[in-house]
């Protein structure tokens, strides 16, 4: 599979089970932050984004991660 972008990348993670589809909300949360501080030099924007990875974000990847090291064992 060819994957280019992360909304590509993100819909192959579910399709090897790596990102349960409860979790699609979130992933498309993670997505759309990734997309709106690309290029931002909004200051408000950043803290929120920065407080969305701290409270959930982070956790999501360190979640995703042990999924991965799971599936590969």
């Given at each position: 599979?060819?994957?280019h972008?992360?909304?590509?990348?993100?819909?192959?993670?579910?399709?090897?089970?790596?990102?349960?589809?409860?979790?699609?909300?979130?992933?498309?949360?993670?997505?759309?932050?990734?997309?709106?501080?690309?290029?931002t030099?909004?200051?408000?924007?950043?803290?929120?984004?920065?407080?969305?990875?701290?409270?959930?974000?982070?956790?999501?990847?360190?979640?995703?991660?042990?999924?991965?090291?799971?599936?590969?064992?």
């Open positions: 599979m060819s994957i972008s992360p909304k590509q990348a993100f819909t192959w993670a579910i399709e090897m089970g790596w990102i349960p589809r409860e979790e699609e909300p979130l992933w498309r949360q993670i997505i759309e932050d990734r997309n709106l501080t690309t290029h030099y909004r200051e408000a924007l950043a803290a929120t984004v920065a407080a969305r990875i701290l409270e959930t974000h982070a956790n999501a990847f360190a979640n995703l991660l042990e999924r991965m090291k799971t599936a590969n064992t």
